[in-house]
């Protein structure tokens, strides 16, 4: 395991069998097996249990000296949860291959989007529409910030407002966590997988800091003197002014701040341990200290062990090139965060985009985890490109071996219109022909190609795909051309495949041409 500085283990008892699950030696009886690939898969499975149960026990280490005095402490669950911390029923790493997510006992992918950064918000009158109509396309996957700022005006603080106006910080407000209640148990029903994001910066700065009940003239907790607060934060929340996110242990351990910002923290779990289809990710694009971060992760993954579970957790950096040193606190630390998520590369565009991808996907291969994209920019009106250019992001990162992709909400994103709905029906049209975990990147398959032209996954000698994000021609190379091949061609646009089968004789290069302009994949088959 590597020790990162930002956490000073101490020594507190840690029983064997509190570890679940339990330490298992790598041993597979050769009797039991029915061919290589099941000893490997058996093998791998064992794997992430050491993994599993070593990573529970760091946990409880590291967080002896950063959690506060029993008086500090947040509320604990509401429920006692009698499961194994490794639900063969939850969301997590699929041990066949990592890069990709298991549900339910089978490898899943991750498509969606959604009009709203934290749709539990919403009334229930206009989420379960749109859950239903996310859930009939065939997505699984949406974005959860626990935000609170007034975008339209019936969002709700979680905490409970006085008579008089201001709030109490250890009294919660009962719709706010109602409305996330019956969020989660909306996706629970439909088995759409929540990304949660923690914390959101964008909540305490410039005009949301204003009316903020965590603003200390908004509540009567404690005062500007007491809390370090000043009453006003006007830049962007990229500049890292708001010692809002300077308050741990690890930090400059804000004793007054801090309490309530973990009581917050166990109110969420007591809701979301509950449920096997939460992902967890401690902020939204941040740029603060990586220590920030460091102690939640590890807080909500100390909460999960209590609880009887385990859930994987990762942190989103702000920054747009990831192979910036902000993401390495990520990529290298795979014994705290379990799976990246590279949203940010969604700022780049066509052939750099892909690039840029694909050298994270080299970059953890040594230990390869899920790497997802919550939040795919591009939407015409908006400030983060075309909606040519979400399309296009979206499809490169799912061609190029992403195990999330989701629309971002308008007008930085697609969301959940018309485009993105056909997106949606169009992964699963080509899933139900070809598994993506099956296939791997081969952008050096496609000869004649232009930039940003075309972009290719393949199982060589098996399947062939190809993605075209304007129409175009390339050539594709066939490592294995004997026999008869079959050609399909998928609208993109229209969320369905166009035409009959064609046939191809075997050949050592298929000169592929998409039917007309627009968005296209080319499946070819065996």
Same mark, same amino acid.
């Given at each position: ?34 061919? @290589? ?11 992430? *249990? ?42 997590? @790493? ?75 910080? /250890? ?9 996330? !209640?019956?969020?989660? #148990? ?31 003239? /908004? ?19 990229? !500049? ?43 902020? /939204? ?5 990586? !220590? ?5 992760? #590890? ?35 795979? #014994? ?5 998520? +590279? ?30 994209? +919550? ?49 949606? *029906? ?25 930039? /940003? ?56 290069? +298929? ?16």
């Amino acid at each position: 395991m590597n020790h990162d500085p930002m956490l000073q283990p101490s020594v507190p008892v840690v029983r064997a069998s509190s570890l679940r699950p339990p330490l298992t030696r790598l041993v597979v009886r050769a009797s039991s097996l029915h061919s @290589p690939g099941v000893l490997l898969a058996r093998v791998r499975l064992r794997a992430v *249990r050491l993994r599993t149960a070593l990573a529970s026990a760091c946990t409880v280490l590291a967080l002896g000296l950063l959690l506060p005095p029993a008086s500090a402490q947040a509320d604990p669950p509401t429920a006692a949860i009698d499961a194994e911390a490794l639900n063969p029923q939850a969301i997590q @790493p699929w041990p066949a291959d990592p890069r990709y997510w298991q549900f339910q006992g089978e490898p899943v992918l991750l498509v969606g989007g959604s009009d709203d950064d934290n749709p539990f918000q919403w009334p229930p009158d206009q989420l379960i529409p749109h859950l239903d109509a996310l859930a009939a396309a065939g997505g699984n996957y949406v974005r959860c910030t626990m935000s609170d700022r007034k975008d339209k005006g019936f969002e709700r603080y979680p905490f409970r407002q006085r008579p008089d106006g201001r709030y109490d910080l /250890n009294e919660w407000d009962d719709v706010y966590w109602d409305r996330f !209640a019956g969020f989660l #148990e909306a996706t629970a029903q439909r088995k759409i997988i929540v990304q949660i994001e923690v914390w959101d910066r964008f909540d305490y700065t410039r005009d949301n800091w204003l009316p903020h009940p965590y603003n200390p003239t /908004n509540n009567v907790n404690y005062t500007y003197a007491t809390s370090g607060f000043a009453p006003a934060y006007p830049d962007h929340p990229g !500049a890292n002014r708001q010692p809002f996110f300077f308050t741990t242990p690890a930090q400059r351990h804000n004793q007054v701040v801090f309490p309530f910002q973990q009581r917050f923290v166990d109110r969420m779990l007591s809701y979301t341990l509950r449920h096997p289809h939460v992902l967890y990710c401690m902020d /939204n694009e941040t740029s603060g200290e990586a !220590a920030w971060g460091a102690y939640w992760a #590890e807080h909500i993954k100390q909460k999960a062990a209590q609880a009887g579970r385990h859930v994987f957790v990762t942190e989103m950096w702000d920054d747009w090139n990831l192979q910036g040193p902000s993401h390495r606190h990520t990529f290298d630390h795979p #014994e705290r965060y379990d799976f990246a998520d +590279v949203s940010q590369n969604n700022h780049q565009k066509g052939d750099t985009h892909w690039n840029n991808f694909q050298w994270v996907r080299a970059h953890l291969a040594a230990q390869p985890r899920p790497i997802n994209t +919550v939040k795919t920019y591009g939407a015409d009106g908006g400030r983060f490109g075309t909606s040519q250019d979400g399309l296009e992001r979206w499809w490169r990162h799912l061609l190029g071996g992403a195990a999330a992709v989701r629309f971002h909400r308008p007008d930085s994103g697609l969301g959940l219109s018309a485009p993105a709905l056909a997106s949606i *029906r169009a992964a699963r049209q080509l899933e139900a022909a070809a598994k993506l975990w099956d296939l791997k990147p081969h952008l050096e398959l496609l000869e004649d190609r232009e930039p /940003n032209e075309a972009f290719a996954a393949a199982r060589p000698g098996h399947t062939y795909v190809v993605f075209f994000p304007n129409g175009g021609q390339v050539s594709l190379a066939m490592d294995e051309p004997t026999g008869t091949w079959r050609l399909r061609w998928l609208d993109i646009g229209r969320g369905e495949w166009d035409g009959a089968e064609a046939p191809l004789e075997g050949r050592s290069t +298929v000169r592929l041409e998409t039917p007309r302009a627009g968005l296209w994949i080319a499946l070819v088959q065996r």
